[in-house]
């Protein structure tokens, strides 16, 4: 009996974070793929501690090769499909460049589309040179699709669903806890992500020290990261700083917590949103980051905020503080719902297609 032939799909990637890994993981699952990844350094901000273990995953350091010594790498591993995020690592786009035109060759990029004068200039000029590079490009969304057809990707060159939260870990939490809030729902609201000015944290804790003047009330504020800003958490008894937590302890803290805020000025995407939408959280999100528009539904599983308004995250809270624990839980039993969008095993799938594509 033939053995079945298997692909050889590679990697380059600026940082990893934990659900990628879950992606990746997803992806080597498969018996006939074989997953190489060049990676950069975690960002000292979100110093997540990744495991491989147990996986048919190959890891490179990015720091270990020179541009050439990197192309020499990917010849030698022969692969099949090359997916790089972003085109700003010359390495990068040198291995790119080499074997474009022989195998299909992958940009992923996040950036939306903002209308922007650098973004006008790269859609005259971006298509003579991306396609010396790149036959593909993946994206989270429509509003990173509107970037890449201004760049001179065709449509049908085209996918989305770049991002997706380790669905199954989060989605456990969901059925884990619903009874348990069922019979008391807790009144914390939890922020996770960095503490800087873009995550919109200065006015998270003004409005909730406002709201607790204004409506005193159990609710809590709990915070779980790191940042320059972690020396402004004000000293509250309502707000709690956890500090940085890594994914396999994130538990103990869905378990304890009952909404999501994400009050950021500006995001690309934000898995988080979706990690609590899985969850099953009522959402309270700035309509800054792309994903607000995918897992969030104004009244329907939570509230949305306008972006550096303190006042719009007060309003959010106060119409939390008034909604009763049973709409509550029904706003997280949507949001777990809407979560099914996007999960590794539709991200493995999608990657898979381009093997296949022309």
């Known amino acids: 009996m033939s053995l079945q032939p298997r692909h050889k799909c590679l990697f380059l990637f600026?940082?990893?974070?934990?659900?990628?890994?879950?992606?990746?993981?997803?992806?080597?699952?498969?018996?006939?793929?074989?997953?190489?990844v060049v990676r950069w350094p975690v960002?000292?901000?979100?110093?997540?501690?990744?495991?491989?273990?147990?996986?048919?995953?190959?890891?490179?350091?990015?720091?270990?090769?020179?541009?050439?010594?990197?192309?020499?790498?990917a010849i030698r591993i022969n692969p099949d499909v090359i997916m790089t995020s972003g085109w700003i690592d010359k390495g990068y786009n040198a291995v790119c460049k080499h074997f474009h035109g022989k195998i299909n060759?992958?940009?992923g990029f996040d950036n939306p589309w903002r209308n922007t004068l650098k973004q006008n200039i790269a859609g005259m000029f971006g298509h003579l040179w991306l396609r010396n590079?790149?036959?593909?490009?993946?994206?989270?969304?429509?509003?990173?699709?509107k970037y890449a057809l201004k760049l001179g990707f065709r449509e049908e060159v085209i996918r989305e669903g770049i991002y997706s939260?380790?669905?199954?870990?989060?989605?456990?939490?969901?059925?884990?806890?619903?009874?348990s809030k069922e019979q008391s729902f807790p009144k914390k609201i939890i922020y996770v992500g960095r503490y800087i000015p873009l995550k919109g944290v200065i006015e998270l804790w003004t409005a909730f020290v406002k709201f607790q003047e204004e409506q005193p009330s159990d609710?809590?504020?709990?915070?779980?990261?790191?940042?320059?800003?972690?020396?402004?958490?004000?000293?509250h008894d309502k707000i709690k700083n956890i500090g940085?937590?890594?994914?396999?302890?994130?538990?103990?803290?869905?378990?304890?917590?009952?909404?999501?805020?994400?009050?950021?000025?500006?995001?690309?995407w934000g898995v988080v949103i979706h990690e609590f939408a899985a969850a099953g959280y009522p959402l309270l999100c700035s309509t800054a980051p792309v994903a607000t528009s995918t897992?969030?539904?104004?009244?329907?599983?939570?509230?949305?905020?306008?972006?550096?308004?303190?006042?719009?995250?007060?309003?959010?809270?106060?119409?939390?503080?008034?909604?009763?624990?049973?709409?509550?839980?029904?706003?997280?039993?949507?949001?777990?719902?809407?979560?099914?969008k996007y999960s590794p095993a539709t991200w493995s799938d999608t990657f898979m297609s381009f093997i296949k594509a022309n």
Request: aromatic share 12%.
């Open 244 to 268: 940085f937590v890594q994914p396999h302890d994130m538990h103990k803290y869905i378990s304890q917590c009952g909404v999501f805020i994400l009050p950021s000025h500006y995001d690309n």
């Open 165 to 179: 939260c380790d669905f199954d870990a989060f989605h456990k939490e969901y059925h884990k806890n619903r009874k």
């Open 133 to 145: 590079f790149f036959s593909h490009c993946w994206l989270p969304g429509a509003p990173q699709k």
């Open 295 to 340: 897992y969030l539904k104004e009244g329907y599983n939570g509230f949305e905020i306008e972006p550096y308004s303190m006042e719009s995250i007060l309003d959010a809270f106060k119409k939390i503080n008034a909604t009763s624990p049973k709409d509550l839980l029904l706003m997280g039993d949507r949001s777990a719902e809407m979560a099914k």
């Open 219 to 235: 609710w809590e504020l709990w915070c779980l990261g790191k940042g320059d800003l972690e020396d402004k958490i004000p000293v």
């Open 105 to 107: 060759t992958v940009l």
């Open 43 to 73: 960002n000292a901000e979100a110093p997540f501690k990744l495991s491989f273990e147990g996986s048919n995953i190959t890891m490179y350091e990015r720091k270990d090769y020179t541009e050439k010594q990197l192309v020499e790498l």
């Open 14 to 36: 600026n940082e990893l974070a934990g659900y990628l890994v879950a992606c990746l993981k997803k992806l080597a699952e498969r018996p006939d793929v074989e997953v190489h």
